[in-house]
């Protein structure tokens, strides 16, 4: 064994040993809550996604990209995008990290993705998820379609091919400046599908295969630009694929004293705020450090013969039943912050902090879904029929996007719809049912005090009546008796 391996196995022990240990504490919720305590120590700002003109440009209000990291786009009337760069130097590695893009933001990320001379762009979640649009369609699907042009940033993305894997597609995308001499050039769209909001993947090895798939893309290379890595809010399972790569570049080139899991997500964390949002994420990232670890060099070909499960993916396809039924904000969620703390509450131990104290300053409402398109021109948009099919998503009730005429309305940017005021409509029936329900029992109590006084006031009566009678009686035979 070389002294590079001795040193990479006493990591994987090192990490192993901490993971087994906080496991048998139940102890995640905790390490995970004394992390966000740290980073609300955090001063940085997010002047720039405050403005008004730049609201309307963040998918939540509570998720916003710090000043001293955002991407800053070169061109356009816009500079702003929701994105942070993020660069781990000893690692050899940078990201950009951003959110689902929007219908008024697409042309904005594809002018980022070639201005940023991004090989790839990595998708973690589905454009619908438990019946919510997380994300807009932003690329052209298959040949049936095959453009999509926005003329507001002067490019153009042409679909040219894609390969189907079993829990990702990997799709050929060309993407053409149409502001200068018509140069184009290729881009690799990773689409993992099997990753719930809030949750983890299946299993550490199909993740790993995902991720020994981008690697030998070169995407993740020095001598081309970060790849844009998102998935709803930007940062959870995007959080997630960032420190599980760092941690294995620095365990595979550095060993033992490059790696601790927990520094190095504060580090990210500096970048953007709030990666890794649950617990549970947190626990996979170890997870698949330790059974990433193992494997190194990471090959494509040799995980995708391997047939053995690791202890890593039963013990993690044993905790995702929890999940499916934990994994996401209620139907009208609220701030992301706010939904990610009460995924995570049933498992903290009573003693253990429940502030929400996730991002930094009070939570506010959650922008819809998809707000409105005043930016996107497309020769090819596939409805969102399509992408149901496309994401195998079934049953699925689409929500309606604002229309344009409804920017003005100030209640259609902070939430307030239908469903808003049919929720609030069912929670006044439930309380109104409440109500009635005690007037009911207090009725009956009152009815009972009447029964019981009526009954027995007459007995009491009776009674006392008869032990009089009996007294005199006594008294009278008592005297009779001594005379």
């Known amino acids: 064994m070389t002294s590079?391996?001795?040193?990479?196995?006493?990591?994987?022990?090192?990490?192993?040993?901490?993971?087994?240990?906080?496991?048998?504490?139940?102890?995640?919720?905790?390490?995970?809550?004394?992390?966000?305590?740290?980073?609300?120590?955090?001063?940085?700002?997010?002047?720039?996604?405050?403005?008004?003109?730049n609201k309307i440009l963040n998918r939540y209000r509570d998720v916003a990209p710090y000043d001293h990291t955002r991407i800053i786009l070169q061109r356009g009337v816009c500079d702003y995008i929701h994105a942070n760069l993020i660069q781990v130097d000893r690692a050899h590695r940078q990201y950009i990290l951003t959110q689902g893009p929007l219908p008024n933001t697409v042309g904005h990320f594809w002018l980022m993705v070639w201005e940023q001379n991004s090989r790839?762009?990595?998708?973690?979640?589905?454009?619908?998820?438990?019946?919510?649009?997380?994300?807009?369609?932003?690329?052209?699907?298959?040949?049936?379609?095959?453009?999509?042009?926005?003329?507001?940033?002067?490019?153009?993305?042409?679909?040219?091919?894609?390969?189907?894997?079993?829990?990702?597609?990997?799709?050929?995308?060309?993407?053409?400046?149409?502001?200068?001499?018509?140069?184009?050039r290729e881009v690799l769209h990773y689409h993992y599908t099997t990753w719930p909001d809030f949750g983890v993947p299946q299993c550490p090895t199909a993740f790993l295969r995902f991720l020994a798939d981008v690697r030998q893309s070169g995407a993740l290379d020095q001598n081309v630009g970060p790849p844009i890595v998102h998935c709803s809010a930007g940062i959870g399972r995007s959080g997630t694929f960032c420190l599980v790569d760092t941690c294995l570049v620095l365990i595979e080139e550095n060993g033992l004293n490059a790696v601790n899991v927990r520094e190095i997500l504060l580090e990210l964390r500096r970048s953007r705020m709030g990666l890794i949002q649950t617990p549970?994420?947190?626990?996979?990232?170890?997870?698949?450090?330790?059974?990433?670890?193992?494997?190194?060099?990471?090959?494509?070909?040799?995980?995708?013969?391997?047939?053995?499960?690791?202890?890593?993916?039963?013990?993690?396809?044993?905790?995702?039943?929890?999940?499916?039924?934990d994994d996401e904000p209620p139907p009208l969620p609220p701030p992301r912050g706010e939904s990610l703390t009460r995924s995570m509450m049933a498992d903290l131990s009573p003693d253990t902090p429940t502030e929400n104290d996730e991002l930094n300053g009070p939570p506010d409402k959650p922008l819809p879904s998809e707000p409105p398109n005043h930016t996107e021109s497309s020769t090819g948009t596939k409805s969102i029929a399509n992408n149901i099919g496309d994401q195998n998503v079934d049953d699925i009730a689409v929500p309606d996007e604002v229309t344009p005429d409804d920017i003005s309305n100030s209640s259609n940017l902070d939430?307030?719809?239908?469903?808003?005021?049919?929720?609030?409509?069912?929670?006044?029936?439930?309380?109104?049912?409440?109500?009635?329900?005690?007037?009911?029992?207090?009725?009956?109590?009152?009815e009972w005090q009447k029964l019981k006084r009526s009954l027995f006031t007459p007995l009491t009566i009776s009674i006392g009546i008869g032990i009089g009678g009996g007294i005199v009686a006594l008294s009278y035979y008592y005297l009779y008796m001594r005379s």
């Open 415 to 446: 939430g307030k719809g239908g469903e808003v005021r049919r929720r609030n409509r069912e929670r006044n029936e439930r309380l109104a049912a409440q109500v009635r329900e005690m007037k009911r029992r207090q009725k009956e109590t009152e």
């Open 120 to 184: 790839a762009v990595l998708m973690l979640n589905k454009i619908i998820e438990k019946s919510q649009v997380k994300c807009h369609q932003y690329w052209p699907l298959d040949d049936l379609e095959p453009t999509m042009t926005f003329g507001d940033v002067g490019l153009k993305v042409d679909y040219v091919s894609k390969i189907e894997s079993s829990d990702y597609t990997t799709r050929t995308l060309r993407i053409t400046d149409l502001e200068g001499n018509n140069d184009s």
């Open 4 to 53: 590079n391996e001795q040193t990479r196995e006493q990591a994987i022990s090192n990490v192993e040993t901490e993971y087994h240990e906080i496991n048998s504490k139940n102890a995640w919720p905790i390490l995970y809550q004394h992390i966000r305590n740290e980073c609300g120590n955090y001063d940085y700002t997010c002047n720039e996604s405050k403005k008004p003109q």
């Open 280 to 325: 549970e994420q947190l626990r996979f990232s170890y997870a698949a450090i330790i059974d990433g670890a193992k494997k190194l060099p990471l090959d494509l070909s040799t995980l995708e013969s391997s047939e053995e499960t690791s202890h890593y993916d039963e013990m993690n396809n044993r905790s995702n039943s929890s999940l499916e039924r």
